[in-house]
T-cell receptor
Framework: DAGVIQSPRHEVTEMGQEVTLRCKPI?????LFWYRQTMMRGLELLIY????????DSGMPEDRFSAKMPNASFSTLKIQPSEPRDSAVYFC???????????FGPGTRLLVL | QKEVEQNSGPLSVPEGAIASLNCTYS??????FFWYRQYSGKSPELIMF????GDKEDGRFTAQLNKASQYVSLLIRDSQPSDSATYLC???????????FGAGTRLAVHP
């Protein structure tokens, strides 16, 4: 079975540009999580969805960040406009129901110049 | 005070020794506790989780939980160089479906 798929794997962009990160969860999983990882702040939860509905977005840093899940097999995290401090690795993870295991995707390494 | 605290390390142990990784948490209502392993440049992967006070063993790994002290630990027996990684402690606060991660402890197992 394919795991969580993220694209792109690497993104280099200039400050002010729009960045869109994509995630395809494991088929059948009803929870989807977006995380950001930096050396300074560690692994932080940005937002999570249950059955395509955003449940908790308290970790979204500011209005420049938005996330959507239009269907059970696809989610996006958008940053507009991007800033150098957004440089990080962004992980998507999915989980099924009450199962405890979250499966992480390979991550998108974002560098904003 | 951070919600989940870990010593950043590095923790250096010789091959074959027991590695002991520790974590404290602030939310007394936390229900579930997790240990993830993350190799450099890779994504986190779940090693094990624990709900109840006491020990839980899985192969060379033992998780220990003490809710009164708000403390959870991971013991790795017979450490191998392949265990060298960052170990992330995560806590699920009571009533929530999300995880709060610690900053991680870097473990180095040397031959």
């Amino acid at each position: 079975d394919a795991g969580v798929i993220q694209s792109p794997r690497h993104e280099v962009t200039e400050m002010g540009q729009e960045v869109t990160l994509r995630c395809k969860p494991i088929s059948g999983h009803d929870y989807l999580f977006w995380y950001r990882q930096t050396m300074m702040r560690g692994l932080e939860l940005l937002i999570y969805f249950n059955n395509n509905v955003p449940i908790d977005d308290s970790g979204m840093p500011e209005d420049r960040f938005s996330a959507k899940m239009p269907n059970a097999s696809f989610s996006t995290l958008k940053i507009q406009p991007s800033e150098p401090r957004d440089s990080a690795v962004y992980f998507c993870a999915s989980r099924y129901g009450t199962k405890e295991t979250q499966y992480f995707g390979p991550g998108t390494r974002l560098l904003v110049l | 005070q951070k919600e989940v605290e870990q010593n950043s390390g590095p923790l250096s142990v010789p091959e074959g020794a027991i590695a002991s990784l520790n974590c404290t948490y602030s939310d007394r209502g936390s229900q579930s506790f997790f240990w993830y392993r993350q190799y450099s440049g890779k994504s986190p992967e779940l090693i094990m989780f624990i709900y109840s006070n006491g020990d839980k063993e899985d192969g060379r790994f033992t998780a220990q939980l003490n809710k009164a002290s708000q403390y959870v630990s991971l013991l790795i027996r017979d450490s191998q160089p392949s265990d060298s990684a960052t170990y992330l402690c995560a806590v699920k606060p009571g009533g929530y479906n999300k995880l709060i991660f610690g900053a991680g402890t870097r473990l180095a197992v040397h031959p």
